[in-house]
């Protein structure tokens, strides 16, 4: 089946830093999603992506489809400290099932 | 606010329970999904309903029973669970999902916020 590499799990930076994490796959995907997970919540969509090449923008964070169809990143400009949480990337290709990466952990030091 | 709310947030239930988890989405979605979310584990996939139907069942043990009686409200009943079963549960819903398993574009999914359950 399809997998998803997710990187990096984890990141601590400072404050006004900014941040990239990418998600690579095994296979050819249709669709990248990327979702952010705060403590003791459920995942919330950042960002959907439905071509390769598509560059999309949300506030500071801008994610794209690579043209390969197997890889999408998410950057975060100037972080600040409620961005902390948990990034998912989620992926789905050809009628195979939405697959999401493990996930990269924020951490923003004020 | 995402527009899929979960009920209860909390759950602490003993082995010989029963108990339910309710989803209910206020998106006007064809589609719900429960998900199960565990420490260092992606995502995983438990039972998929479209239009009310149940099209996927990931090989999900008979202790967890899903009902869909209409396509906003989404149940999983719980019985003689395993404290392994401890976890965040997550329903999600979507506008609509193809018999194949595809997610047409636009059909993107949205998640609720999430039941925290312990098994003890």
């Known amino acids: 089946g399809q997998q998803l590499n997710q990187s990096p799990q984890s990141m601590f930076i400072q404050e006004g830093e900014d941040v990239s994490m990418n998600c690579t796959s095994s296979?050819?995907?249709?669709?990248w999603l990327w979702y952010k997970q705060e403590p003791g919540e459920g995942p919330v969509l950042l960002i959907a992506?439905?071509?390769?090449?598509e560059l999309t923008s949300n506030g500071r964070l801008t994610a794209q489809f690579g043209i390969t169809r197997k890889d999408s990143f998410l950057n975060i400009s100037a972080s600040i400290p409620s961005d902390v949480g948990i990034y998912f990337c989620?992926?789905?290709?050809?009628?195979?099932?939405?697959?999401f990466g493990k996930g990269t952990k924020l951490t923003v030091n004020p | 606010e995402t527009g899929v709310t979960q009920t209860p947030r909390h759950l602490v239930m003993g082995m010989t329970n029963k108990k339910s988890l309710k989803c209910e989405q206020h998106?006007?979605?064809?589609?719900m999904y429960w998900y199960k979310q565990s420490a260092k584990k992606p995502l995983e996939l438990m039972f998929v309903?479209?239009?009310?139907?149940?099209?996927e069942n990931n090989s999900v043990p008979s202790r967890f029973s899903p009902e869909c009686p209409n396509s906003s409200h989404l149940f999983l009943h719980l019985h003689t669970l395993q404290p392994e079963d401890s976890a965040l549960y997550l329903c999600?819903?979507?506008?609509?999902?193809?018999?194949?398993?595809?997610?047409?574009?636009?059909?993107?999914?949205?998640f609720g916020e999430g039941s925290w359950l312990t098994v003890v």
């Open positions: 309903y479209n239009f009310k139907e149940q099209t």
């Open positions: 989620a992926g789905q290709g050809g009628s195979e099932k939405l697959v």
């Open positions: 296979s050819i995907f249709n669709t």
């Open positions: 999600a819903s979507s506008q609509e999902r193809s018999t194949g398993g595809r997610i047409n574009s636009g059909n993107t999914i949205y």
């Open positions: 998106l006007g979605h064809n589609a």
């Open positions: 992506l439905y071509k390769a090449g």
